[in-house]
């Protein structure tokens, strides 16, 4: 056997290794020392900056809603375009979970201070705006980063040498436990961390280090770009974020892999909360960093609760952990609680993955920094409910079929109704992320129909590469115009930062399935394998889905790179609508792009047997059938092409050439309201924090302040009064004058003696 | 060495004298040497019976720590004989430790080190305080060694008085109110369960021949029969075990007798808050494991039922109440509540139905053992927190605060550290104790674990927003002079950090520690359940 | 028979209430002190008509009775100085003798 | 009926009339003055019941000595606002009703008590020598006697003597 499997644990161990190192050695001794040193003199010098640069006015403008700029109102309001019915939407929108109570809350301590909050806060935000970024990282600080970087490195190059050596050697591709160690055993029940290598654990392992890898040297410039003071921290947090994501995948048993599936939760709350100190923008519809991160957690906890019950199901029931052994000892377990469990294990995968009800607290995350959105959404987080799926897919096998119908149609659903609000969205990352919901939901309907994970995991890689590609590239677009998010300021960004918008362009070509890309084959198998079992109505809605995908994946990059006036009827470049001067990134930033534009482009053809491909063969043993291994051979595969072209089409004649009226489907009352649902999310968030606010917490004020302090603490208080007023009562006896005394003493002879009496006379 | 008990129990109490001598300039010191002493000595409890068996030898083989027939240690001498007709009192001065009382052991030892370190900034009165401290110590040593049941009942009753001085005297606004309703609870319940302690020596006392109130005696000899209450015969067992358990449920606390518990928190000053919770509580919980379950298992068998819901209640309840306090030691004091319950629950499970399920049953008792260890050291780690917040800020009122992360970077990421591990992140401690005890306990009460696996999703929103609201978000300018905490503040956070970190990684050791006591007590039960229902 | 034992304890008794009403009613406390005299006199009376009744006895004269009494007579007679010198001592401080006034026996 | 029955009743009549005239009324020197009756009376029933040291003793102790002292505090302590000098306080009604149930009591209890039935028709009888048999009792050191408690009360005195002097005396 290769030292490659036997000797896995090193892959987790660097990224823990880079983590102890960052967090234990040269953090506090250098890092934290240096910094502090420098700490006043940057808030000096960053307080002597601010109002004087152009980027900092330009940027508060921004971040206090459109005023007094005239190309703003042309686009906003003057044309009235399809935007506007959100735009006006937008103007009413009320705030996420943390804005209305959380503001007046810190009012209450705020309006003792002289100027009261809102003046204040306004001196805080420019002082502390992370978008004006002062001083740059310590040595240390980079020596962090460089560290984080090399040992991702070493781990992706032996990720890489694995998979070469199970390529090489396919008894080694159908699985292999390595144990580590024995986490608790009680009484005959093991509790094992022990790792298990198969060709899906060195796709996915290679994935995962590929990404960090790339996400890793891009936050470099993004960090220094963003908080710089939190450098190093960032690194830290993204290697512990790799380090719970490769125990996941490396997990052989639900123990560890629910271990990992916390601590990734973990490493997603840290990085989503990473911009600690910015406020919520409610004028944009986003939370604040803290109030997304805590949003991610608390939703994915909820997925968790249901994977926690199946894992609860399935070790009672066998007394073991570990997937491989959990179908021997099935035994005569009824079929019914198997597919209740495994449908229980889904929802775990729901939270993760972000499908539909659990889908909230993904476009919220994307106030994390952008390097954290690229890595959440193409090979950690988001995949990780994916895995999970494959992983336990014999489970999912043996359990009722009504387990993967519930996926498949999750997924379906999910797709369809997330590329639905990404048509109106005007955040650039939103856009990004709504459509990950949507082609996880893809991956989903992969999963559930066809009778193999080959599909589902191939669209998992092809979509890692491209999703990490367009969230680095929107990065790079975020930093080339100062952290503006809104698409409306942007546009023809395609001939300012051509190295950006190049790998871009091909990325989106991708995802919106067009001929010969990536997305294309691992999309185009997973509708044809629809259709092909018979499932119509995952079949009209993963076609629908394409067809949206490829209108707001273009809407996205004709409103951001393209536009009136650029080149190829305005695919390449054309007007400028923001205020912001446009800053060219530096090869950090576009390297990683290039490097990814790779595999975005040619990852495919290793589902396609044309050229040999034959992924579906290396992850589950089986070739598929070559109706799938080759899309060319399908009649179908016109429909999928055509859907994307058409969508492609509308999104061009719209905002490209802008032949098609932008206002053709909204400007009818049906269509006007449509669109303010999508805006507004469905106003599935609303309906959340309705739950939350008036049932969940009413409950807990109903047992907090009334049962506990009205009636348990009632009858503590009264008992305890009870007792003091009958002392009170009988203080009064106690005159202090000795004639009451003697009364009593002798009243009292005198009850003693007709007690007495009674007792001698009437008791016999 | 066999006196190393005594020492342990009693050295405290030395140190209090010698800090009321002490002057006035060295009473911290005196109380801080005192105590750490103690807490190394501690350690040989561990290591003492290692060494004896073979350096880390194979401890299953040979008995591990013992159980509370024959436990590692022991330290025994008579004490009060006498008899008056029928009536014979038999009480022995008898301290002993087996695996489980080891470690509760170790973690007083190193909580009230903690203490004193934490309480470092008292200035007012503090050679009372201190001596208070190490009484209070005592205690608590007493109660997790005493191996006779009246000794045991002793100690009990001695850790109130420096308890209700510690509220009464170094309190918040309402520490009388506290201190009153902390101790009337308390010996409310004392006195039923001195009641039960009478009626099970009596009764064991009359069907046996020997009176003995030793541990040793009490594990392995049943009550039998029926006891005729109000005119009904209900079992002599279950009405020992509901008498003891009425104490101890009100110290671990179980809802409905849990609100002493938010106000004592809340007056009590921050170090007496992490003893009170890091420690005290568990004296409830070492009680059900160690004296109702095993002295009277066909009595807890009865009640199981009610225990497992009961237990869950405890976990929902505690849960709903901390999502909506405004003040942080009141937010978890509640969440105290809501993970006491795990151990409620993790004991009902092992007394439970089922013969065939004893795996589970030891699994879910180790579970209860390691929640409080464990929630011992979590929830000592928040209330320094708030202790570090409150002695800067002078109030604790989550809404007050917002984006200390700015100023407090040290003190968010600890609190950070401590909440995560509270709301059971895996690779700390929590998460091995509600781990074990949900994938035990569903076995053999499905419904009450769903219902209490469901409060993992409140408690993630409840700290996490306390989180989120104090130290996220723009800094509120009225903390922009804050400082971070110290490194004296620092370092009992990482010690007990260090502690949560090490048992969440790799939790063998602790059961290891656990598995003979917890083996002899499911054995007792499995015994005695199976007569029942013969 | 009249002059039995019966008469004396009746005769005792009378006295004892007629005291015991005054100590308890009155407001003056040298009235007080007044009842307490004629109630230590019934006594004095009973234990003196006890003493006669069974004086004699197998052992002899029995004047135990009698020795009672001058032991009680003693006393009285300590008793009367000290709480006239406690009433004079109140009076001198109050200005008043009134024992509704003084209400200090209690915590 | 014999000469010492109506001598008996004269007493009786006088000892229970003269003591309701010291509780009833409201000048409170008549009431001392109406003691001293009592006391005088009272001497005669201890005659009568052939106690004559004792009733020496009485006229000495009480009639003498505590009658004056009385005397001398009223006068030290006469309000002269007050219109009665010897009021009644609230408790009168309760106190006359206590008095009364136990007065009732006590000879209920006597007319019912068999036990000393037997002896309580039994005539006092004359006892002679008297005071010798008292003397003897109290003061001999060779036979049983009461020689311990009387110095005893000797000391009792003494402490009273001090004590009242330490109480009533003036202030500095």
Request: with cysteine; aromatic share 12%.
């Amino acid at each position: 056997m290769s030292f490659f499997v036997t000797d896995i644990w090193v892959i987790p161990a660097l990224p823990l290794l880079a983590f102890l190192l960052n967090i234990l050695v040269l953090r506090p001794f250098f890092d934290l020392s240096n910094r502090d040193k420098g700490h006043a003199a940057e808030a000096a010098a960053a307080h002597g900056a601010q109002g004087h640069g152009a980027n900092t006015a330009a940027g508060h403008d921004e971040a206090h809603g459109n005023v007094g700029d005239p190309e703003q109102h042309d686009i906003g309001h003057a044309e009235a375009s399809p935007d506007d019915a959100y735009v006006r939407a937008l103007d009413t929108l009320d705030g996420h979970i943390d804005t209305p109570a959380a503001i007046p809350r810190a009012l209450r301590t705020a309006e003792k201070t002289p100027g009261g909050y809102a003046l204040v806060q306004l001196v805080e935000d420019a002082e502390q705006h992370p978008h004006h970024p002062h001083g740059s990282p310590t040595i240390w600080a980079r020596i962090n980063g460089y560290m984080g970087i090399l040992f991702m490195g070493l781990a992706f190059l032996w990720s890489l040498g694995l998979l070469v050596a199970l390529m090489q050697n396919p008894a080694l591709q159908r699985g292999e436990t390595v144990p580590i160690y024995t986490w608790i055993s009680v009484a005959g029940l093991r509790y094992p961390i022990d790792f298990y290598v198969d060709s899906l654990t060195a796709i996915m392992l290679v994935i995962v280090t590929a990404i960090s890898l790339l996400v890793q040297f891009y936050s470099q410039a993004y960090i220094e770009g963003e908080e710089p003071r939190g450098y190093s921290r960032f690194f830290a947090w993204l290697s512990i974020f790799s380090l719970s994501m490769l125990l996941l995948v490396l997990s052989s048993n639900f123990l560890l892999i629910y271990m990992g599936w916390e601590l990734v939760g973990l490493s997603s709350y840290l990085l989503i909360g990473f911009l600690a100190k910015d406020a919520a923008k409610p004028e944009a519809g986003r939370p604040s960093p803290g109030a997304a991160a805590l949003k991610a957690f608390v939703v994915n906890r909820v997925g968790d609760f249901g994977f926690l019950i199946g894992i609860l199901i399935l070790f009672t029931a066998t007394g073991t952990f570990v997937f491989t052994d959990i179908p021997a000892r099935l035994g005569p377990i009824n079929l019914a609680l198997l597919t209740v469990a495994m449908i229980l294990v889904f929802c775990g995968a729901v939270g993760k993955s972000a499908q539909f009800p659990l889908h909230v607290w993904l476009p919220d995350a994307m106030e994390g920094p952008t390097p954290v959105s690229a890595l959440i959404h193409a090979a950690k987080m988001v995949a990780a409910g994916v895995y999970l799926v494959a992983r336990t897919f014999p489970l999912f096998h043996l359990a009722g079929p009504q387990a993967l119908t519930v996926v498949a149609y999750i997924g379906g659903f999910t797709a369809i109704f997330a590329a639905s609000i990404a048509l109106v969205q005007i955040d650039v990352k939103r856009i990004l992320a709504y459509s990950t919901i949507s082609q996880l939901g893809y991956m989903f309907v992969g999963l559930g129909v066809a009778d193999t994970i080959g599909p589902g995991i191939f669209h998992l890689m092809t979509h890692a590469f491209f999703k990490a590609l367009l969230f680095l590239g929107s990065g790079g677009v975020l930093l080339a115009v100062s952290m503006n998010q809104d698409m409306r300021k942007m546009g023809g960004l395609a001939t300012r930062i051509p190295l950006v918008a190049f790998p871009f362009l091909l990325a989106t070509l991708s995802i919106s399935g067009f001929p010969f890309f990536a997305g294309f084959f691992s999309k185009d198998e997973i509708i044809a394998q629809t259709w092909e079992h018979g499932d119509y109505i995952l079949y009209a809605m993963t076609l629908a889905t394409a067809f949206l995908t490829a209108f707001y994946m273009f809407r996205l990059w004709f409103l951001t790179f393209g536009g009136k006036g650029g080149k190829f009827g305005g695919l390449w470049g054309g007007e400028y609508r923001g205020t912001v001067a446009v800053k060219k990134p530096d090869f950090r930033v576009w390297l990683p792009l290039m490097i990814l534009a790779v595999p975005s482009v040619f990852a495919g053809f290793w589902g396609w047997s044309s050229v040999g491909g034959n992924f579906n063969a290396f992850i589950t043993g089986h070739p598929l059938t070559p109706a799938f291994a080759n899309p060319f051979t399908s009649p179908l595969t016109i429909f999928g092409v055509g859907a994307s072209l058409l969508g492609i089409a509308l999104a061009w004649g719209m905002y490209g050439l802008q032949v098609v009226p932008r206002n053709v489907f909204v400007s009818n009352p049906l269509g006007r309201g449509f669109a303010t649902v999508l805006w507004n999310k469905y106003y599935i968030d609303e309906i959340y924090l309705a739950f939350v606010r008036y049932v969940v917490m009413g409950l807990s004020k109903v047992a907090s302040f009334f049962i506990d302090r009205r009636i348990i603490d009632g009858i503590i208080n009264g008992a305890g009064s009870g007792v003091v007023a009958f002392g009170r009562g009988l203080r009064r006896s106690e005159s202090g004058r000795l004639q009451n005394y003697g009364a009593a003493i002798f009243g009292g002879t005198l009850v003693i003696a007709a007690v007495f009496f009674a007792v001698v006379y009437f008791g016999k | 060495m066999s006196w190393l008990l005594t020492i342990l129990v009693f050295l405290p109490t030395v140190g209090a004298l010698a800090v009321m001598v002490a002057p006035q300039g060295v009473v911290k010191w005196v109380a801080a040497v005192f105590t750490g002493v103690t807490f190394l000595l501690s350690f040989w409890l561990y290591i003492g019976p290692l060494v004896h068996m073979g350096f880390l030898g194979p401890l299953n083989n040979t008995g591990g720590f013992g159980t509370v027939m024959s436990p590692a240690w022991m330290d025994a001498s008579p004490w009060i004989h006498f008899t008056v007709g029928s009536l014979q009192l038999n009480i022995d001065y008898r301290l002993g430790a087996d695996g489980l009382s080891i470690f509760m052991l170790i973690l007083n030892a190193m909580l009230s080190f903690l203490a004193v370190i934490g309480s470092w900034h008292i200035d007012k009165r503090p050679r009372e305080y201190m001596a208070l401290l190490l009484i209070l110590e005592t205690g608590v040593m007493g109660v997790f060694c005493a191996f006779d049941l009246y000794l045991f009942w002793l100690f009990w009753e001695v850790e109130l008085i420096p308890m209700f001085l510690l509220i009464a005297i170094w309190g918040g606004r309402r520490r009388e109110y506290a201190a009153w309703k902390f101790v009337l609870y308390t010996i409310f319940g004392s006195a039923f369960m001195l009641g039960g302690i009478f009626l099970i020596y009596f009764m064991l006392g009359g069907q046996t021949g020997i009176y003995s109130a030793s541990f040793a005696f009490l594990a392995s000899h049943q009550v039998a029969g029926n006891l005729l209450v109000g005119g009904a015969a209900i079992s002599a067992q279950l009405a020992i075990f509901l008498l003891l358990y009425l104490g101890f449920a009100i110290k671990i606390p179980m809802v409905p007798f849990h609100t002493w518990l938010p106000d004592a928190h809340t007056e009590a000053p921050t170090a007496v808050s992490v003893l009170l919770a890091g420690i005290l509580l568990k004296m409830g919980a070492y009680g059900l494991i160690r004296i109702c379950i095993d002295f009277a298992p066909a009595g807890a068998h009865l009640f199981a039922l009610p225990l497992a819901i009961l237990g869950a209640v405890n976990i929902l309840y505690g849960a709903g109440c901390s999502l909506v306090q405004q003040d942080m030691k009141r937010l978890i004091a509640y969440s105290s509540v809501s993970h006491m319950g795990f151990v409620i629950l993790g004991v009902a499970a092992a007394v439970g139905p089922g013969a065939t399920n004893a795996a589970f049953k030891e699994a879910a008792l180790t579970g209860a053992a390691i929640q409080m260890f464990s929630h011992g050291a979590i929830t000592g780690m928040l209330f320094f927190c708030v202790g570090v917040l409150y002695e800067k800020a002078h109030i604790r009122d989550i809404d007050v605060f917002g984006g200390l992360q700015a100023r407090m970077p040290r003190l968010t990421w600890i609190y950070t550290f401590a909440a995560m591990a509270s709301l059971g992140l895996p690779g700390l401690s929590g998460f091995v104790a509600e781990y074990l005890i949900y994938t035990s306990v569903y076995a053999i009460y499905p419904a009450q674990t769903i219902v209490a696996a469901s409060a993992m999703i409140i408690t993630a929103g409840y700290l996490l927003w306390m989180i989120k609201r104090s130290f996220y978000g723009p800094l509120n300018p009225h903390w922009s002079g804050i400082a971070d905490a110290s490194i004296l503040e620092m370092a009992p956070l990482v010690m007990l950090g260090v502690v949560v970190l090490i048992v969440g990684i790799y939790p063998g050791w602790l059961v290891d520690l656990l598995r003979p006591s917890l083996h002899q007590i499911i054995q007792n039960v499995n015994g005695s359940v199976a007569g029942l229902h013969r | 028979m009249l002059l039995s034992l019966n008469s004396f304890l009746v005769l005792g008794a009378l006295l004892f209430c007629i005291g015991l009403f005054g100590a308890l009613s009155k407001r003056n406390a040298v009235s007080v002190l007044m009842g307490i005299e004629i109630m230590l006199n019934a006594v004095n009376i009973t234990l003196v008509a006890f003493s006669s009744a069974f004086q004699k006895s197998a052992h002899g004269a029995r004047l135990t009775g009698q020795i009672f009494a001058v032991f009680i007579i003693t006393v009285a007679a300590a008793e009367a100085s000290v709480a006239l010198a406690t009433i004079i001592a109140v009076y001198r401080r109050r200005n008043s003798v009134d024992v509704t006034d003084i209400n200090l026996m209690k915590w | 009926m014999d000469l010492a029955s109506i001598v008996f009743l004269v007493f009786a009549a006088i000892l229970v009339g003269s003591a309701l005239a010291v509780v009833t009324l409201r000048n409170i020197v008549h009431a001392a003055l109406f003691l001293v009756l009592v006391f005088g009376a009272a001497a005669g029933i201890y005659i009568l019941l052939n106690a004559e040291f004792i009733a020496i003793v009485q006229i000495l102790v009480y009639a003498g000595a505590v009658t004056i002292l009385i005397l001398f505090s009223i006068m030290l302590t006469q309000n002269p606002n007050s219109r009665s000098s010897n009021p009644l306080n609230r408790q009168a009604l309760i106190a006359a009703g206590i008095a009364a149930l136990l007065c009732a009591g006590i000879i209920f209890a006597l007319s019912q008590n068999g036990a000393i039935a037997g002896s309580a028709s039994q005539a006092v009888t004359a006892n002679v020598g008297n005071a010798v048999n008292i003397g003897t009792l109290l003061y001999s050191p060779t036979t049983y006697s009461y020689v311990l408690p009387f110095e005893i009360a000797t000391l009792v005195l003494l402490v009273a003597i001090v004590g009242a002097i330490v109480i009533g005396r003036e202030e500095e």
